[in-house]
């Protein structure tokens, strides 16, 4: 089974940048669907992002003109990069690739945004 490895997360002050990325351990063309999710403290996982084999994308509401979602298939990675980011975006932040057959989580990276 595909194995899913977040990293870039980090601490960071409002109004700065990350770029996060998710590292397949193999291919994620197989997969229909590739998503960042997050969960802020206390609360429920929500979905941010998603990007499609066909690299269509869709973004909450809350991250729309701040995210951006991404994928490069040669090398099995997703990205999300963020922008502008404000301390309601701190939360652990998750890859989920998803088929048919099968839904793979990655374990998660932290995010915090605070001055």
């Known amino acids: 089974q595909v194995q899913l490895v977040e990293s870039g997360g980090g601490l960071v002050q409002p109004g700065g940048s990350l770029r996060l990325s998710c590292a397949a351990s193999?291919?994620?063309?197989?997969?229909?669907?590739m998503y960042w999710y997050r969960q802020p403290p206390g609360k429920q996982r929500e979905v941010v992002a998603v990007?499609?084999?066909?690299?269509?994308?869709n973004y909450a509401d809350s991250v729309k003109g701040r995210f951006t979602i991404s994928r490069d298939d040669a090398k099995n990675t997703v990205y999300l990069q963020m922008n502008s980011l404000k301390p309601g975006d701190t939360a652990v932040y998750y890859c989920?690739?998803?088929?048919?057959?099968?839904?793979?989580w990655g374990q998660g990276t932290q995010v915090t945004v605070s001055s």
């Open positions: 990007i499609t084999v066909g690299r269509s994308t």
């Open positions: 989920n690739a998803r088929s048919l057959t099968q839904t793979v």
């Open positions: 193999g291919s994620i063309f197989s997969f229909h669907a």
